[in-house]
């Protein structure tokens, strides 16, 4: 029996491994295992924290994980549509393009690192993000810390020039708990931020009170308050800085053909971009014990 469970760890040891090079930023940061998918399918997916906070040459433990994705219902998303030269906001309402608006992501009980965990809903119930965590997870070597969601079956809205929808998500993966976001310096927790710095965007360009000309980082205000510093002044941007995890749906060309008269990208459509609100940020990504942002506070 020993011998025939270690054969099976192996094999699906080596699965995942392959599976994990073919996912988004293998071994890199934090990202998903899946980070495309066709419209109208749900996929099994997971967030994939690849590595612990720095200093690189000593990784700090992972201790827990929060995560959002753009909520269209309670909040309004920060819309980017690229017609081939570029993203340019958009005042369109989110349903111009996809459904449904809220639900995303939606976390698995069970079958993660973590066994502490819930969901993270608004105050009408959709559900927007989760967390997950209790436990400290070596990483001072590249070992990668999964937590299971699924990822909503979006559809593409027929009238939309859409070829694509891609969603930006907010994560902050939090090494030390006990540190509070406002204090907090790269070596307690590493966000991988969404920063909408694209033509138009009102109150853009984001940056910090330093800026960072070599990682094309200006000097301008925060987008949210888990924009990410690495240093105790909040001057500097830290490592997931504006690195945001993404899905991305396709449109299903043969079910959802494009519209007549679609220009954009030579005919192909345009590929349309989905950022959480720094209001949907700022009230989502600490973590409570209950749902909706009540209860105790575990991490603010």
Same mark, same amino acid.
């Not at 809220?102 to 939606?106: E, H, Y």
């Not at 066994?115 to 608004?122: P, R, T, Y």
């Given at each position: 029996m020993p011998n025939t469970i270690s054969l099976k760890n192996l094999a699906l040891s080596s699965l995942t491994v392959a599976l994990f090079a073919a996912s988004q930023g293998a071994f890199a940061h934090t990202r998903l295992e899946t980070a495309t998918a066709p419209e109208g399918t749900r996929?099994?997916?997971?967030?994939?924290?690849?590595?612990?906070?720095?200093? %690189?040459? %000593?990784?700090k433990a992972t201790y827990g994980v929060t995560a959002i994705f753009p909520n269209a219902i309670s909040y309004t998303p920060i819309?980017?549509?690229d017609s081939g030269a570029g993203k340019v906001y958009t005042a369109n309402p989110a349903s111009t393009y996809y459904s449904p608006l $809220?639900?995303? $992501?939606?976390m698995i009980n069970g079958g993660g690192a973590w066994?502490?965990?819930?969901?993270?809903?608004?105050a009408a119930g959709n559900k927007d993000g989760f967390w997950a965590g209790g436990k400290a997870y070596d990483q001072t070597i590249s070992t990668y810390v999964q937590t299971p969601f699924y990822s909503s079956a979006v559809a593409i809205a027929k009238a939309s020039c859409a070829r694509s929808v891609t969603f930006y998500a907010a994560i902050a993966d939090v090494c030390d708990a006990s540190v509070p976001s406002t204090a907090a310096s790269d070596e307690q927790v590493l966000y991988w931020s969404?920063?909408?710095n694209f033509s138009g965007v009102p109150g853009s360009p984001f940056g910090t009170s330093a800026g960072d000309p070599a990682r094309s980082i200006p000097i301008g205000p925060k987008y949210s308050n888990f924009d990410g510093y690495q240093d105790a002044a909040h001057t500097f941007p830290g490592d997931g800085w504006g690195s945001p995890a993404t899905f991305k749906v396709t449109r299903d060309l043969t079910t959802n053909p494009l519209p007549a008269g679609c220009a954009g990208n030579a005919g192909k459509g345009d590929d349309v971009h989905v950022y959480p609100s720094a209001q949907q940020i700022n009230a989502e990504l600490p973590v409570w014990s209950n749902p909706?942002?009540?209860?105790?506070p575990y991490w603010q």
């Open positions: 996929v099994h997916n997971f967030v994939n924290i690849s590595h612990g906070c720095p200093p %690189a040459t %000593a990784r819309i980017g549509v $809220a639900g995303i $992501a939606v066994d502490a965990g819930n969901l993270k809903v608004d969404p920063i909408p909706n942002q009540t209860g105790t």
